[in-house]
């Protein structure tokens, strides 16, 4: 934005000052013209009174040589055929000798001076009586008539060089060309310093939107004071719309987290009830299993309960990371119990070696709780199922699968909310399976059991960032079923 104001600015400068600029040097030059031919008029006009007394040449050759043009040699006077000597041209046939050097004979009349225009041109200006310029070798003369008596007139030229028409202007245009260069900078300067307010803005803006997204809710964007001077009125505006939602986002996880602890708080009822139950069941495995579990949903509860309570800013740090084998030994042990009820087969491969993951213990065993579910829940009874467990160097892969129908429709599966499971069914255990795998940087896929042929599934918990690879581009297999990287 900032880069973009800037050429914005020397766009816009550079146009308004072309566009005054120029007009101006042209006139410049038109004046400096007009000054030289001006002058060339009043140099003229100084021999007038000399030529209305007398016509001696002489007399004319001093008067041509106290003037500047004529000291210059730049003027010369055309004189008219002496009076009674009509048709003859001066005595002894030759102008006499004038301060600029050697006369010339003109038609009508001896020449005094320096003449550079053509004879016709003299003869035309004495004879229409009128001032008028023509272009002669290194310039241009002016001839200017003056009446010397009844039916007499001289001219007097005036010679006006090529460098006096530009005079001046070679510094007037270097004059004119600073000027424009000093707005161009000025307006670069102003663009700049406005550019780096909004830029500054801005950037306090979207840095306050990360740190928001990174979870401190703590941040809020400066209104007033010195770091906002000079800020757009519209990021002023954003800025306050930006706090307003950080305060209703605080008010809605609070809110949140109290509907939460509210919602937990109502199972201890039923878990009381539970656990009595639980605890007239007498002895065996399936009494042991179901107290076992209303144990452990009781500690679920109250850990949520306790979690909802605590603001966020307050919760201890948690180490994350745990044995995915330890803790998939220890839900398929749980599991196993149901599962020999119902009379399932079942095998649990590859969890007898460490298969340490980066993920907190709870979240992988909600999620392999979510997968096992799946199995109990939407098979019938006597299904069989497995559960393998595979560790590479940069992942942990948990495949569980059934020998149940199948997933009849993979992708709409994995949508939230989109299970079809019939009653108890929220169709969000495979949302927490993904989101879990995703915040490792792996994923889930859907596919057919080569073994069992019913229904798989695969988590792929990564140990460490992936590494590009051409060999990993593109579409992954497994078991022969095609699935999205």
Same mark, same amino acid.
């Given at each position: 934005?900032?880069?973009?104001l800037?050429?914005?600015?020397?766009a816009?400068?550079t146009?308004?000052?072309?566009?005054?600029l120029?007009?101006l040097?042209l006139?410049?030059?038109?004046?400096?013209?007009?000054?030289?031919?001006?002058?060339?008029e009043?140099?003229a006009?100084a021999? +007038?009174?000399a030529?209305?007394?007398?016509?001696?040449?002489?007399?004319?050759?001093?008067?041509l040589?106290?003037?500047?043009?004529g000291a210059?040699? !730049?003027?010369?006077?055309?004189?008219?055929?002496?009076?009674?000597a009509a048709?003859?041209?001066?005595?002894g046939?030759?102008? *006499?000798?004038? *301060?600029?050097?050697?006369d010339?004979?003109a038609?009508?009349?001896?020449?005094?001076?320096?003449?550079?225009?053509?004879?016709a041109?003299?003869?035309?200006?004495?004879?229409?009586?009128?001032?008028?310029?023509?272009?002669?070798?290194?310039?241009?003369?002016?001839?200017?008539?003056?009446?010397?008596?009844?039916?007499?007139?001289?001219?007097?030229?005036?010679?006006?060089a090529?460098?006096?028409?530009?005079?001046? #202007?070679s510094?007037a245009?270097?004059?004119l060309?600073?000027v424009?260069?000093?707005? #161009?900078?000025?307006?670069?300067?102003?663009?700049?310093?406005?550019? $780096?307010?909004?830029?500054?803005?801005?950037?306090?803006?979207?840095?306050?939107?990360?740190?928001? $997204?990174?979870?401190?809710?703590?941040?809020?964007?400066?209104v007033? +004071?010195?770091?906002?001077?000079?800020?757009?009125e519209?990021? !002023?505006?954003?800025?306050h719309?930006f706090?307003?939602m950080?305060?209703?986002?605080?008010q809605l996880?609070?809110?949140e987290r109290?509907?939460?602890?509210?919602l937990s708080?109502?199972l201890?009822?039923?878990?009381? #009830?539970?656990?009595?139950?639980?605890?007239?069941l +007498?002895?065996?495995?399936?009494?042991?299993?179901t107290?076992h579990?209303v144990?452990?949903?009781?500690?679920?509860?109250?850990?949520?309960?306790?979690?909802?309570?605590?603001?966020?800013?307050?919760?201890? *740090?948690?180490?994350?990371?745990?044995?995915?084998a330890?803790?998939?030994?220890?839900?398929?042990?749980?599991?196993?119990?149901?599962?020999?009820?119902?009379?399932?087969?079942?095998?649990?491969?590859?969890?007898?070696?460490?298969?340490?993951?980066?993920?907190q213990?709870?979240?992988?065993?909600?999620?392999?709780d979510?997968l096992?579910?799946? /199995?109990?829940r939407?098979?019938?009874?006597?299904t069989?199922?497995?559960?393998? /467990?595979? *560790?590479?160097?940069?992942?942990?892969i948990?495949?569980?699968?059934?020998?149940?129908?199948?997933?009849?429709?993979?992708?709409?599966?994995?949508k939230?909310g989109? $299970?079809?499971?019939?009653?108890?069914?929220?169709?969000?255990?495979?949302?927490?399976?993904?989101k879990?795998a995703?915040?490792?940087?792996?994923?889930?896929?859907?596919?057919?059991?080569?073994?069992?042929?019913?229904?798989?599934?695969?988590l792929?918990?990564?140990?460490?960032?992936e590494?590009?690879?051409?060999?990993?581009?593109?579409?992954?297999?497994?078991r022969g079923?095609?699935?999205?990287?």
């Open positions: 934005m900032r880069w973009a800037i050429r914005a600015a020397v816009g400068t146009m308004v000052a072309l566009a005054f120029i007009p040097g006139m410049v030059q038109q004046t400096a013209r007009d000054r030289a031919f001006t002058a060339a009043r140099q006009a021999l +007038g009174p030529l209305a007394i007398t016509t001696d040449q002489d007399a004319i050759d001093r008067a040589a106290s003037t500047d043009a210059q040699g !730049r003027m010369a006077v055309h004189l008219p055929v002496p009076a009674g048709g003859a041209v001066g005595a046939g030759a102008g *006499a000798t004038g *301060a600029g050097g050697a010339t004979e038609p009508g009349g001896p020449t005094i001076g320096e003449g550079r225009a053509a004879a041109d003299v003869a035309t200006a004495g004879g229409q009586g009128r001032a008028f310029t023509v272009a002669v070798p290194g310039g241009y003369a002016l001839l200017q008539p003056v009446a010397v008596d009844t039916g007499r007139t001289a001219v007097v030229e005036v010679f006006v090529e460098s006096d028409l530009t005079r001046g #202007v510094t245009w270097l004059v060309s600073a424009a260069l000093g707005l #161009v900078a000025i307006s670069v300067l102003v663009a700049d310093r406005m550019g $780096g307010r909004i830029v500054a803005s801005a950037r306090r803006l979207a840095a306050a939107a990360r740190s928001l $997204g990174a979870g401190n809710l703590a941040v809020r964007v400066p007033e +004071g010195k770091q906002v001077d000079g800020s757009p519209e990021l !002023r505006e954003a800025a719309a706090n307003t950080a305060d209703r986002v605080v996880l609070a809110a109290e509907l939460a602890a509210d708080h109502r201890r009822t039923p878990l009381t #009830v539970l656990r009595l139950n639980a605890a007239s +007498g002895n065996g495995d399936a009494a042991d299993a107290r579990a144990a452990q949903l009781e500690r679920e509860v109250d850990q949520i309960i306790r979690s909802a309570r605590r603001a966020p800013e307050d919760a201890p *740090a948690v180490a994350v990371g745990c044995d995915a330890e803790v998939i030994r220890e839900r398929v042990g749980f599991w196993s119990a149901l599962a020999e009820d119902e009379g399932r087969r079942w095998q649990l491969a590859g969890a007898g070696r460490p298969a340490p993951v980066p993920v213990r709870g979240d992988l065993a909600a999620a392999v979510a096992l579910g799946n /199995v109990f939407h098979t019938a009874v006597g069989a199922f497995s559960v393998d /467990v595979l *560790a590479t160097d940069g992942s942990v948990v495949l569980v699968g059934d020998a149940g129908p199948g997933y009849s429709d993979p992708a709409a599966a994995l939230r989109e $299970g079809h499971g019939g009653e108890g069914s929220t169709g969000l255990g495979l949302d927490i399976v993904r879990l995703e915040s490792t940087g792996g994923d889930v896929a859907l596919g057919r059991s080569a073994v069992l042929g019913g229904a798989e599934t695969r792929r918990l990564r140990t460490r960032p590494e590009a690879s051409p060999a990993r581009a593109g579409r992954r297999r497994i079923v095609a699935i999205p990287k």
